[in-house]
C-alpha cells in the first residue's frame, strides 16, 4: 500500500500561489486515485479535486472556484495540486489520500473518495495553509 507525504503549505498573503506536494513512497501511484481535501476546525472534511492515474483523468469538486489545478509527475510519484489567488477562507490543513484503482472504476473510485472519505485507506498528513488578508 502507498505511503503519502503531503507538504507545501505555509503562510501566504491574499492573492498570493501555493503549491503542494503529495509524494508516493512504498509505490508509485500508478493505478491510484489520489485526493486532495482540505480542513478547517469544526467543519467536515472538503473534497477539491482527484487525479486518476489509469486514465489520467481529474475529478474536481472545485470549492476553490478555478484557482485549483491538480497535477502529476512523470513517473507517477509526486501529485501537485497549485493553488492561486489565495483567499484567507482558503485557510485550511490540506491533505492527500489514495486509493487503489486496480479492479475498480476510476471515476466511481474518485466520486466514492469524496463522499465517503472516512473510508479511505491511504492519507498523508495534513499540511496547514495559512491566508493571511
Known amino acids: 500500500e502507498v505511503q503519502l507525504q503531503a507538504s507545501g503549505g505555509g503562510l501566504v498573503q491574499a492573492g498570493g500561489s501555493l503549491r503542494l506536494s503529495c509524494a508516493a513512497s512504498?509505490?508509485?501511484?500508478?493505478?491510484?486515485?489520489i485526493a486532495w481535501f482540505r480542513q478547517t476546525p469544526g467543519k467536515d472534511l472538503e473534497g477539491i479535486s482527484a487525479?486518476?492515474?489509469?486514465?489520467?483523468?481529474?475529478w474536481s469538486r472545485d470549492p476553490l472556484k478555478g484557482r485549483s489545478t491538480v497535477s502529476i509527475d512523470a513517473a507517477k510519484t509526486t501529485v501537485y495540486l497549485r493553488m492561486i489567488n489565495l483567499r484567507p477562507e482558503d485557510t485550511a490543513v490540506y491533505y492527500c489520500?489514495?486509493?487503489?484503482?486496480?479492479?475498480?472504476?476510476?471515476?466511481?473510485?474518485?466520486?466514492?473518495?469524496?463522499?465517503?472519505?472516512?473510508?479511505?485507506?491511504?492519507w498523508g498528513k495534513g499540511t496547514q495553509v495559512t491566508v493571511s488578508s
Open positions: 512504498g509505490s508509485t501511484f500508478d493505478d491510484y486515485a
Open positions: 487525479i486518476t492515474t489509469s486514465d489520467m483523468m481529474v
Open positions: 489520500a489514495a486509493e487503489t484503482t486496480i479492479g475498480r472504476d476510476p471515476a466511481i473510485t474518485a466520486a466514492t473518495m469524496f463522499r465517503v472519505p472516512n473510508a479511505i485507506g491511504s
